[in-house]
C-alpha cells in the first residue's frame, strides 16, 4: 500500500446526538451516516476541553490543553508544542489546513504567518476565528491579503478541499478541513436547509426547557448543509481514484447544549456539550466497520492517526495511540478520559472552573468550590438525576473522585483557580482584558 492520506473534516459545537445515525434526533445527515456504514461509529468520543481554541490544540498536539498551554480560547498556541502535521511532514506528505483555525490568539482577524501554522505548510485557506458564515473570508498561502467570496462558507471551503484534492491529490497528503458552522448564528444558513426544519415540528431532548426553536432549527440545517458538504468531498475521492488510500475522520471539537438543563453553548461537563460525532473510515482495515463503544477523546485523535498511517508518534503527546485497537492488534481500552474547563469566559461568563472524568458509565465533575454532579449515562441518558446528592453514592462518588485525582496528577494538573493558571503559562490578565469580544473583559 502506498502511503496512506488523511482527510480530516470536523465541524465546530456539533454534539454527537445530532448526528443522524446516533437515533437521538431527527437530523438529515444520510451522507454521514452512509459514512459510519462504511467504517468506524465511535459512540463514545468525548471532548477533554469542551471550547474552542483548548480543543484544537488538543487536536493538533494530542496534548491536555493545561500541558499545552492553549487552555482557554484566544490563546496562541505555543509553537514548542509537538503538532501531528509536522510528522506528516517529516514522512514525506503535503499538510493542508483550510477553514476556521482559532489557535493563533488575539485579534481574531489577523493574518496568520507561515510560522505559526504548526506545520500546514504547504497549503493555507484559513481565518484565525469569524462567525459571518454569509461573508466568506480567508488567507490565502502567504498572501496577507484578505480573499472574500460570495456564498455559504462551508460550501466555499469545500470548494477549495476538492480544488486541492484535484492540484494536490498525487502527493501524499494531510488534509484538515474545519467548518465554523453549526456553531451560532444558527440563522446564516441557506433556505433550502432552513425549510427542512419546520421550528414548530422539532422533537426536542427532554432535558430541554424554555427552547428557542428557531435556533434549534437553524442548528439542525447547518447540519444538514455540512452533510451535504461531505457527500461532494467524498464523490471527489471517488472520482479522483483516493478513496481506497485514504483515512476519511469526521468530528467536531466540541458540542452545544441548545437549552437542555436550560444552558447554552458548550463549556459544561453535560454530554450535550462534551460528547461529539466521531466516524473513520479506514479503508485498508475491512473488519474497522460497525459501532465502537470504546471511549476515544480529542486528545487521543493526533496519536491515533499517526498510529493508523505507520507515523511516529512523539513521546510528548500524552493522547492514547489507540490504532493497534482499531488494527485488532490489542484490545487495550481506557478506563476514562478526563474532562475540564478551566476558567469562564465568553458565553459562559461566571461558570466556575471544573475537572472531571467520563468512563463508558458515568460522568463525573467538580467545580472548584466544591459541587459536583455523578450522572449514570447508561440508565439516565439526559442526565437528569444528580446522584451526586443522593444518599447511598458515597462509595460510586469515591471511586469517581479517585479516578479524577488519578488523571490531575498524570496531567500535572493542580486544579487552582484560572488566574494562577495563566501566571502559570507565563501569560497576564491584561493580555485578555484588550480584546473587545470579552465585553469587558476576562472573567477572573
Not at 212 to 220: E, L, P, T, V
Not at 225 to 239: M, P
Not at 287 to 312: F, W
Not at 431 to 441: A, D, P, S, V
Request: net charge negative; proline share 7%; hydrophobic share 35%.
Amino acid at each position: 500500500m502506498n502511503k496512506p492520506n488523511l482527510l480530516f473534516i470536523f465541524a465546530d459545537q456539533m454534539r454527537a446526538s445530532s448526528l443522524g445515525c446516533m437515533g437521538q434526533e431527527a437530523v438529515l445527515t444520510p451522507h454521514l451516516d452512509s459514512l459510519a456504514e462504511q467504517g468506524l461509529l465511535f459512540t463514545n468520543a468525548i471532548a477533554n476541553s469542551p471550547v474552542c481554541t483548548p480543543s484544537r490544540a488538543s487536536m493538533i498536539t494530542g496534548r491536555h490543553a493545561l500541558s499545552a498551554r492553549c487552555f482557554l480560547n484566544d490563546i496562541r498556541l505555543p509553537a514548542d508544542n509537538p503538532s501531528i502535521a509536522r510528522e506528516f511532514n517529516r514522512a514525506g506528505y503535503h499538510s493542508a489546513y483550510i477553514g476556521k483555525w482559532h489557535l493563533d490568539g488575539i485579534s481574531r482577524h489577523m493574518f496568520t504567518p507561515p510560522e505559526r501554522r504548526h506545520g500546514f505548510d504547504h497549503y493555507w485557506a484559513a481565518y484565525n476565528c469569524h462567525h459571518n458564515y454569509l461573508s466568506p473570508k480567508y488567507y490565502l498561502n502567504d498572501d496577507p491579503n484578505l480573499v472574500r467570496e460570495a456564498g455559504y462558507e462551508p460550501e466555499i471551503q469545500t470548494n477549495l478541499a476538492i480544488k486541492y484534492l484535484h492540484e494536490h491529490g498525487a502527493q501524499p497528503f494531510n488534509l484538515w478541513l474545519s467548518f465554523g458552522t453549526p456553531h451560532d448564528p444558527y440563522d446564516q444558513v441557506p433556505q433550502e436547509y432552513l425549510d427542512l426544519y419546520p421550528p414548530e415540528k422539532l422533537s426536542l431532548r427532554p432535558n430541554v426547557l424554555s427552547p428557542d426553536r428557531q435556533a434549534i432549527a437553524g442548528y439542525y440545517a447547518h447540519i444538514s448543509a455540512i452533510d451535504a458538504c461531505v457527500a461532494r468531498l467524498l464523490e471527489s475521492l471517488e472520482q479522483l481514484g483516493l478513496s481506497d488510500n485514504t483515512l476519511v475522520v469526521f468530528t467536531s471539537d466540541h458540542g452545544d447544549m441548545l437549552w437542555s438543563h436550560m444552558l447554552r453553548n458548550k463549556q459544561q461537563p453535560y454530554e450535550e456539550s462534551i460528547h461529539i460525532p466521531l466516524i473513520m473510515r479506514i479503508p485498508w482495515l475491512p473488519n474497522a466497520t460497525g459501532t465502537n463503544e470504546s471511549l476515544i477523546s480529542v486528545v487521543d485523535l493526533a496519536p491515533t492517526l499517526l498510529g493508523l498511517c505507520g507515523l511516529t508518534v512523539p513521546t510528548e503527546m500524552q493522547g492514547c495511540d489507540l490504532s493497534g485497537c482499531l488494527e485488532g492488534r490489542d484490545h487495550f481500552e481506557q478506563p476514562s478520559v478526563f474532562i475540564n474547563n478551566y476558567g469562564a469566559f465568553d458565553q459562559a461568563r461566571g461558570l466556575q472552573p471544573w475537572r472531571g472524568v467520563r468512563t463508558r458509565h458515568y460522568t463525573y465533575a467538580r467545580w472548584l468550590q466544591g459541587s459536583s454532579v455523578l450522572f449514570d449515562n447508561l440508565n439516565d441518558p439526559y442526565q437528569q438525576r444528580n446522584l451526586a446528592l443522593e444518599p447511598g453514592q458515597s462509595g460510586l462518588l469515591l471511586k469517581m473522585e479517585q479516578e479524577l485525582e488519578a488523571w490531575l496528577e498524570k496531567t500535572g494538573d493542580a486544579f487552582l483557580p484560572v488566574e494562577e493558571h495563566i501566571k502559570a503559562a507565563g501569560q497576564s490578565e491584561e493580555w485578555f482584558l484588550r480584546e473587545e469580544h470579552f465585553h469587558g473583559g476576562f472573567n477572573f
